[in-house]
């Protein structure tokens, strides 16, 4: 059976790295689409183009592009096995579109990486970024103080504008009111599942290893 993930979680949740080691893991790709989207900018591809139109507004980017550039990916060879998608879907519509998309390509599975708000605060405030390279220091856990030189070249260690307090509260309201609705969508079917996303990411990805594996017996037997 092909491998079909969603992941979703907040910014500071840790869903990348999870949804990245997830594919790793089963052999599948990850398919992230603000990655995709920053490519194609970079790269000035027609789509790209249309999508920096919209960023530069300081707009997120419509259903329609982005169901399109997902609908393409997903139709690649590699994703015939499976895939770990992050970042989408991020509206209903695109839910729907998703479900569409994979009519005859086996379940589809939702695992939330959930994390509590303080914590997000923690975590999104504690981060810091080289003033000279530009690499990201490593949070720090729950009563670690932040590292105050850069590991790689020992440069200061800065805190980046949109990481104050207000601009991340601000960011974690969006969030909840844009995904209320999709996991009111996905939340009630026997392929969702939560993880506590709070934890050591070790431990997060023990949990989303073992969640996948029960759905995959799911999958098998036909009961959860
Ligand atoms: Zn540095």
């Excluded at 183009?49 to 399109?68: F, H, N, P, Y």
């Amino acid at each position: 059976m092909a491998l079909n993930i969603v992941m979703l979680g907040p910014p500071g949740a840790g869903k990348g790295t999870q949804a990245k080691r997830l594919a790793a893991n089963h052999g599948v790709p990850h398919i992230s689409t603000g990655d995709m989207l920053r490519e194609a900018v970079g790269a000035g591809t027609e789509l790209g183009k249309r999508a920096r139109a919209v960023m530069e507004q300081g707009g997120l980017v419509g259903d329609d592009i982005i169901i399109g550039v997902v609908r393409e990916r997903l139709a690649a060879a590699d994703a015939g096995a499976g895939f770990v998608l992050d970042g989408f879907p991020r509206t209903v519509p695109q839910a729907r579109a998703l479900d569409a998309m994979l009519e005859g390509r086996g379940e589809l599975c939702v695992l939330e990486v959930a994390v509590a708000d303080e914590e997000l605060v923690r975590r999104l405030t504690s981060r810091r970024v080289c003033g000279q390279c530009g690499t990201n220091a490593p949070v720090p856990g729950p009563g670690e103080q932040p590292p105050d030189r850069c590991a790689r070249c020992g440069g200061a260690l800065v805190q980046r504008a949109d990481d104050r307090e207000e601009v991340i509260r601000e960011r974690l309201r969006v969030y909840q009111r844009d995904t209320a609705p999709l996991l009111e969508y996905y939340g009630t079917r026997p392929t969702f599942r939560r993880v506590d996303g709070a934890q050591a990411p070790d431990l997060v990805a023990g949990d989303v290893g073992a969640a996948v594996a029960a759905l995959e017996r799911r999958d098998g037997t036909g009961q959860a």
